[in-house]
């Protein structure tokens, strides 16, 4: 059964989600921003098949959010290195493991702590902020919809036929 695509939704979280929300694609960019680049590494740490990786790296890559490249110049073989796009999940990706600590596991006992790697202090959880810097709850949050953009117009022409 295909899916419904929501590619040209309204909607930032419906595109996100579309481009990033199938099955095993965040496992993807979490392997990505653990330094996994190749697709034989991804499938191994992952454990999907491989018609399936290769369906959601494409989607990725078509997406913008890994770049697909050979190993070296004259290799047949490629990896996938996250770009601008990718790399910018950053933060998502760490809230989505803050809360997977938090909700998916006994309360401390979650598989690994995450660390600054220059100190070793751990990662403060992430919270969400006003440009002014007050920390925004769901109780306090307000979204104010954009007026849409108006193209140019250009004058239409009438002739008339005698």
């Not at 979204?143 to 117009?153: D, F, G, I, N, Y």
Request: proline content about 4%.
């Amino acid at each position: 059964m295909q899916r419904k695509s929501w590619a040209d939704a309204n909607c930032p979280m419906a595109r996100s989600v579309d481009l990033i929300g199938e099955w095993g694609s965040l496992l993807i960019l979490r392997e990505a921003f653990g330094g996994i680049r190749r697709f034989d590494d991804f499938q191994k740490r992952i454990g999907i098949s491989r018609n399936l990786l290769t369906t959601r790296l494409k989607k990725l890559v078509d997406g913008g959010v890994l770049e697909r490249r050979p190993v070296h110049s004259d290799a047949k073989r490629h990896e996938y290195v996250l770009t601008e796009k990718g790399e910018d999940l950053f933060a998502t990706i760490i809230a989505l493991r803050q809360w997977g600590d938090r909700w998916l596991f006994p309360k401390g006992n979650y598989p690994a702590n995450m660390l600054d790697g220059r100190d070793q202090s751990p990662v403060a959880r992430i919270e969400v902020r006003s440009e002014r810097g007050r920390k925004l709850t769901l109780a306090n949050l307000t979204l104010k919809a954009r007026q849409a953009k108006k193209s140019p117009t250009r004058p239409i022409s009438r002739s008339k036929k005698v």
